[in-house]
């Protein structure tokens, strides 16, 4: 089996354990491969005949998973209506000044959540804000009656602030870095960017490269540093929110001790998973594999 093949193989697997069809480009951009993949090759390891993967409409999945296509476009029309209220609120939340960067997160991202899924949002701050910026976050949800927390019995389109992390912890840790994460960098779906803070964001996370080669394009990424209008206003600001921040950080760590779970708190990220789907999923993917006779 030639390695593009095995590429085609691992990227249609994982995507199959999301029930998840890919288009040809989204197969190309997702390709899990060692190396970077030509649409040209690409294209000639799918006109060849294969027991292990079919192409039906333009979709691509594992042999014998033409059902994934009518799931997919049900779940296409549910994230429609999502992404449109999603869109409603981050244009309030924007409003936040400390905010730099939301984007959407997890199914929603790829146009795959079903009826009763929430809406999770990605938040890059400004350095040293991320205590009272939730705080400011959750406030704002709460008012517009859309927040999810541990009490919420039906969590269809409300809102979870999955991960915020702040300018200083864009760059994923070594232990962070592996397939998972990579792709959920590379599928985040942006809504609001201030001040090229995805692009800082991409840069800062070259690495997912190392799984997913086609996915970004790095020299197209604008590295410009877009300095702030008045930079001593800028200062002042950080200056008089240390206390604010200092406070805010103390009462939600205190009420969090009660409920801590699979949650990652760090000086510069905050990251709410009750279960822990990155080892879930990996874990399938591992399984998986192995019927295909590849690691």
């Not at 992390?165 to 609001?192: C, N, P, S, W």
């Not at 590295?223 to 200092?246: C, G, T």
Request: proline share 2%; net charge positive.
């Amino acid at each position: 089996m030639r390695s593009a093949e095995k590429a085609v193989i691992k990227t249609l697997v994982y995507s199959d354990i999301f029930e998840f069809p890919l288009s040809y480009d989204e197969l190309w951009r997702f390709l899990i491969s060692p190396k970077p993949v030509s649409k040209k090759s690409l294209k000639e390891i799918l006109n060849r005949q294969s027991q292990n993967f079919s192409v039906k409409n333009g979709w691509h999945y594992l042999f014998q998973r033409d059902s994934l296509i009518d799931i997919r476009l049900q779940r296409n029309k549910e994230s429609s209506k999502k992404l449109t209220d999603a869109k409603k609120i981050v244009s309030y939340l924007s409003l936040v000044p400390t905010i730099y960067l939301i984007g959407i997160s997890g199914a929603l991202a790829m146009e795959n959540a079903g009826d009763k899924d929430d809406i999770d949002l990605f938040v890059i701050t400004k350095t040293n804000t991320i205590w009272i910026t939730r705080f400011v976050l959750i406030l704002i949800l709460q008012v517009f009656g859309v927040r999810r927390n541990r009490s919420t019995k039906r969590a269809a389109n409300t809102v979870c602030l999955n991960m915020l992390i702040d300018e200083a912890g864009m760059a994923f840790l070594l232990e962070k870095r592996g397939l998972y994460t990579a792709h959920e960098i590379v599928q985040l779906r942006t809504l609001f960017n201030r001040n090229n803070t995805y692009e800082k964001f991409i840069s800062a996370n070259k690495w997912v490269l190392n799984f997913m080669p086609n996915s970004i394009d790095i020299k197209k990424l604008r590295n410009e540093d877009i300095k702030d209008i008045k930079k001593s206003l800028n200062y002042l600001i950080s200056q008089l929110l240390i206390i604010p921040e200092f406070f805010a950080k103390i009462v939600q760590l205190w009420y969090m001790k009660r409920h801590i779970t699979n949650e990652k708190i760090t000086n510069h990220m905050l990251a709410f998973h009750p279960l822990d789907y990155k080892e879930i999923v990996l874990k399938k993917y591992r399984k998986r594999l192995k019927r295909y006779g590849l690691k």
